[in-house]
């Protein structure tokens, strides 16, 4: 079981910025940020993985990047640009061996969230 702990959630008018940051108890090799809006399912933003794979979803590509360092077990989200849209419960997920990066499913690890709202 690995912990992990959300930070750098705000409100920010649209076209801000703002940097999430989720620090890991132990090593993870894959490293995902999901978000949840309001009345949604939760959706899959970007993962990386420990060798430096990352992806994103169409929605974010271009605007947001993640990035880790390894020796701290602790994954960024840089979001830029952000639009009403981006307006989310956004979650830091980790797991070993997730069968897909981009299932919520498929990670056993959750922090608790932190919430970014972007106002028009």
């Known amino acids: 079981q690995v912990q992990l702990v959300e930070s750098g959630g705000g409100s920010v008018q649209a076209g801000g910025s703002l940097r999430l940051s989720c620090a890991a108890s132990?090593?993870?090799?894959?490293m995902a940020w999901f978000r949840q809006a309001a009345g949604t399912q939760r959706e899959w933003v970007s993962y990386?993985?420990?060798?430096?794979?990352?992806n994103y979803a169409d929605s974010v590509k271009g605007r947001f990047t993640i990035s880790r360092d390894n020796a701290k077990s602790t994954v960024y989200l840089q979001m830029n640009s952000l639009q009403p849209e981006d307006t989310a419960m956004y979650y830091c997920?980790?797991?070993?061996?997730?069968?897909?990066?981009?299932?919520?499913?498929?990670?056993?690890?959750w922090g608790q969230g932190t919430q970014v709202t972007v106002s028009s």
């Open positions: 132990g090593y993870t090799d894959t």
């Open positions: 990386s993985s420990i060798a430096g794979t990352t």
């Open positions: 997920a980790a797991d070993d061996n997730p069968v897909r990066w981009n299932r919520a499913v498929d990670f056993r690890n």
